[in-house]
């Protein structure tokens, strides 16, 4: 499995416009929520960005709202006979949105990103 690093993820975080599309993994053979096809792949990625509450540049690290995904102690310990929450039953192909909040390491001014996570294969 190839996935990107996180310093591609905050390149696309940072620098691309609105509904940009980056091909996030490639190869992924099983299940692992760290590759972008589950709410915690999207977890604890630092990036650079411009507080806005101190109009600086400053070092940013991903978190999410952890009430928008109920059990999310749960998720991960999905039956083996189901497909994981993050894939839609009917087609079998991943189609995750995620809430994903940019915390300012300085002053914990936030920032809010939504981004869709969808897979080209079953
Ligand atoms: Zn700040």
Redesign the pocket.
Same mark, same amino acid.
């Given at each position: 499995m190839n996935k990107i690093s996180d310093q591609v993820f905050a390149d696309f975080l940072t620098n691309k416009p609105l509904y940009y599309k980056i091909k996030a993994v490639e190869d992924l053979k099983v299940f692992d929520n760290t590759a972008y096809v589950d709410v915690f792949g999207f977890k604890n990625k630092p990036f650079r960005f411009l507080?806005p =509450? =101190?109009q600086t540049d400053?070092t940013f690290k991903t978190d999410l709202i952890e009430s928008a995904y109920p059990r999310l102690s749960m998720l991960t310990m999905s039956n083996a006979d189901e497909l994981p929450y993050s894939f839609d039953a009917k087609t079998g192909r991943l189609d995750l949105k995620v809430h994903v909040q940019g915390v300012?390491q300085?002053?914990?001014?936030k920032i809010d990103f939504l981004i869709r996570s969808t897979s080209d294969k079953e």
């Open positions: 507080c =509450e =101190e400053q300012c300085s002053c914990k001014a």
